[in-house]
């Protein structure tokens, strides 16, 4: 499809998928016009929750660039999760550990995230390309490893005991007063401003470098790109470690920006798992994974909001989600547009 059929085939997606789960309200007992109505005006229309949206969108727009990037490629990164997770445990580390000014402190503290993803992305980068491991296996397997070793790191050697470490100082933290108080307090920080970077970087690296477009021949045909004379395991390695440095930053972002801390987690976070879904809706584009991640930050954030003054529970956008994602990986609406051309160049032959 074009890329104006692709848009109108994701706008469907999400309308079919909210459609979905206005009948799951409607078979309970709510009314769905109500608690939508509920949803959107508590997420976007007062300057508190504009900002708590902006703050939820921000990893959403970092993980889905990661995943978004390993597609381009070929590549099912599964691991965002895992590269987030040692992301925001790496930029904990040098926020609580190497004394720096003000600034810098939070540069390196978002640098050293970002490098920790890209090297937590290299082993199944490298095991793909020299042994042939595929990806998906090593990269749900080192979520685990990843989390596990970040419950360890905190709490064997940050905060020995205790069940999180300490809060950061400012001068390593994302957060600026001017910023939280145009936003009614909210936690907003400029890891946003980081995250549109990051997107305005992968388009650039992706669509106007030549490794970006040895990056792209690999993910449509490795072997047409080996016999062409490109190198197949570089680029599949490199894939991975970009695309795990996005998932690093969103780590960083989020426990420089947000938390200020690192806890010992009994779960993953999510924030991963939702950056496929976004990748997915935004069809791997750098503009359409920031609308997308937009669209799930507002039901993400709204959804909490929509459970205390509607009632309806917070599972039920977890099902919009789940059928939007649904739609758009099943390609039911680009079949319905094929199938419509189709019948179209039949009756006028």
């Known amino acids: 499809m074009n890329k104006m059929s692709t848009f109108l085939a994701s706008l469907i997606s999400i309308v079919l998928g909210m459609l979905i789960g206005a009948i799951m309200m409607v078979a309970a007992g709510y009314n769905p016009l109500e608690a939508y109505n509920a949803l959107f005006v508590s997420a976007l229309f007062q300057p508190y929750d504009l900002g708590e949206t902006i703050r939820t969108v921000t990893p959403l727009l970092l993980t889905g660039l990661a995943v978004a990037i390993a597609f381009r490629t070929g590549l099912f990164n599964i691991g965002v999760e895992g590269q987030f997770i040692v992301g925001q445990m790496a930029a904990i580390i040098v926020g609580l550990k190497l004394p720096l000014p003000s600034g810098l402190h939070a540069v390196a503290a978002v640098i050293a995230g970002g490098l920790a993803g890209a090297i937590w992305a290299y082993l199944p980068g490298l095991l793909k390309a020299v042994r042939g491991v595929h990806e998906v296996i090593i990269t749900i397997m080192m979520n685990?490893?990843?989390?596990?070793?970040?419950?360890?790191?905190?709490?064997?050697?940050?905060?020995?005991?205790?069940?999180?470490?300490?809060?950061?100082?400012?001068?390593?933290?994302?957060?600026?007063?001017?910023?939280?108080?145009?936003?009614?307090?909210?936690?907003?920080?400029?890891?946003?401003?980081?995250?549109?970077?990051?997107?305005?970087?992968?388009?650039?690296?992706?669509?106007?470098?030549?490794?970006?477009?040895?990056?792209?021949?690999?993910?449509?045909?490795?072997?047409?790109?080996?016999?062409?004379?490109?190198?197949?395991?570089?680029?599949?390695?490199?894939?991975?470690?970009?695309?795990?440095?996005?998932?690093?930053?969103?780590?960083?972002?989020?426990?420089?920006?947000?938390?200020?801390?690192?806890?010992?987690?009994?779960?993953?976070?999510?924030?991963?798992?939702?950056?496929?879904?976004?990748?997915?809706?935004?069809?791997?584009?750098?503009?359409?994974?920031?609308?997308?991640?937009?669209?799930?930050?507002?039901?993400?954030?709204?959804?909490?909001?929509?459970?205390?003054?509607?009632?309806?529970?917070?599972?039920?956008?977890?099902?919009?989600?789940?059928?939007?994602?649904?739609?758009?990986?099943?390609?039911?609406?680009?079949?319905?547009?094929?199938?419509?051309?189709?019948?179209?160049?039949?009756?006028?032959?």
Do not use: C
């Open 144 to 349: 685990y490893i990843a989390l596990y070793l970040s419950n360890a790191v905190v709490f064997h050697l940050l905060a020995p005991g205790a069940d999180s470490t300490e809060k950061i100082p400012d001068s390593a933290s994302l957060r600026v007063q001017w910023l939280s108080d145009l936003f009614g307090g909210a936690r907003v920080h400029l890891g946003i401003l980081i995250a549109l970077a990051a997107a305005f970087v992968m388009y650039v690296l992706v669509w106007r470098t030549r490794l970006g477009y040895e990056l792209r021949a690999v993910g449509f045909n490795p072997l047409a790109a080996e016999y062409a004379g490109m190198n197949v395991k570089k680029s599949v390695i490199l894939s991975m470690m970009i695309s795990g440095a996005f998932a690093g930053l969103a780590g960083a972002v989020e426990a420089l920006g947000t938390n200020g801390y690192l806890p010992i987690m009994n779960d993953f976070t999510g924030i991963g798992f939702d950056g496929i879904a976004v990748a997915l809706l935004g069809a791997n584009t750098p503009v359409g994974v920031i609308l997308a991640s937009i669209l799930f930050g507002v039901l993400e954030y709204g959804g909490g909001n929509m459970q205390f003054e509607a009632g309806v529970p917070f599972e039920v956008i977890r099902v919009v989600f789940a059928a939007i994602i649904l739609f758009v990986a099943a390609n039911i609406v680009e079949k319905i547009f094929h199938s419509r051309r189709k019948k179209g160049v039949k009756t006028n032959a």
